[in-house]
């Protein structure tokens, strides 16, 4: 069993002084002297004692911590910007608590009023696929937390935020698609209750629109993880006319249409061109290598983190909400290197 750490009682009681005494001491308070300052500290490196990080941040009202809630820390994206995020806390002194909703409103809720009761005192937010209610986001604010969104953000409360231009990306992956030679594109699209779906399918039916190609409804599916791909991509690629490329709204979606692609005994990209969005590191090992669009996910969490230090330290004193949009870059691969 481990032992109870090391208390101020412990050192007061190992000296025989006060606890009022180690205290002062352990703050180098001038009125203890430097005999006393010295047998305290080194009791305490004997004890291995460490503060109550929780006791002081009640004196205080500040825990120097942040809060982040993601959908899920698997995906290199999201575990990009908690680098971004820690590096930019970790610079300004603050601790980071990382919660994961995996994309479920009711645990999204659970973890937001478990950040609050651990006394926070800001929260980064990308909400999970299934949250159609933000009462449990507005509670925070209502309690005085700070709310910065990330990535998925939420349209119904003002605040912070720093994305990507999905928008921007989805017509320039798409009208990379066209440009090799793909005239019926598939869209395998994230729900449109997240912003970054409804963006990215405008983008990719923009694009067309612009290059004199129709906008078919059935071209476009929801279908945003490995799982639905293998369910769905049979179906899709016994239509007739056969799609000849894909933009698939994230780089693990168009993974798998390339691996159940290739399995259905088509070429990539030479039958079929695809496109993701993410580049993650898987995107440079599946073969051929995926052409994708940069999403910059340490730099989107730091700057979410900057944001949300300036709230917390009222660096920004204007109220109205600000806005980083990253641009987007395409990162041509092999998925859709073919002669046109």
Do not use: W
């Not at 005994?265 to 993410?278: L, N, W």
């Amino acid at each position: 069993m481990p032992s109870t750490p090391a208390t101020i009682k412990d050192i007061a009681r190992l000296l025989g002084i006060s606890v009022s005494t180690v205290s002062r001491a352990l703050k180098d308070h001038p009125d203890i002297s430097v005999d006393t300052k010295e047998k305290v500290n080194e009791t305490a490196r004997k004890l291995n004692y460490r503060p109550n990080a929780l006791a002081l941040g009640l004196k205080s009202s500040k825990s120097n911590t942040i809060g982040v809630i993601i959908p899920e820390i698997v995906h290199f994206f999201f575990s990009s910007v908690i680098s971004g995020i820690e590096d930019a806390a970790y610079e300004a002194g603050y601790n980071v608590m990382v919660c994961q909703t995996n994309e479920m409103y009711e645990r999204e809720t659970m973890v937001a009023k478990a950040l609050l009761d651990h006394r926070v005192e800001g929260i980064l937010v990308s909400i999970a696929k299934t949250s159609m209610k933000f009462d449990h986001l507005t509670l925070l604010q209502d309690n005085g937390i700070p709310l910065v969104f990330f990535d998925r953000i939420c349209s119904f409360i003002e605040s912070d935020a720093v994305v990507v231009d999905d928008y921007k990306g989805a017509y320039m992956a798409t009208e990379h698609l066209i440009a090799v030679g793909c005239r019926n594109i598939v869209h395998l699209a994230a729900p449109e209750n997240l912003l970054i779906g409804e963006l990215r399918k405008i983008g990719y039916c923009r694009a067309l629109e612009d290059h004199n190609l129709p906008v078919d409804p059935y071209n476009i599916y929801l279908c945003d993880t490995r799982e639905r791909v293998e369910d769905k991509i049979t179906r899709i690629l016994a239509r007739t006319p056969k799609p000849d490329g894909f933009f698939a709204v994230n780089d693990t979606t168009a993974i798998a249409v390339i691996q159940e692609v290739k399995k259905a005994g088509f070429r990539v990209p030479d039958d079929i061109a695809v496109t993701g969005f993410g580049d993650g590191p898987v995107a440079t090992i599946i073969s051929p290598t995926l052409t994708t669009v940069e999403q910059n996910g340490y730099e989107i969490g730091y700057e979410a983190a900057r944001f949300l230090l300036d709230r917390i330290t009222k660096s920004i004193t204007n109220p109205a909400a600000r806005k980083k949009v990253f641009e987007p870059q395409l990162i041509k691969r092999e998925s859709t290197d073919r002669k046109v």
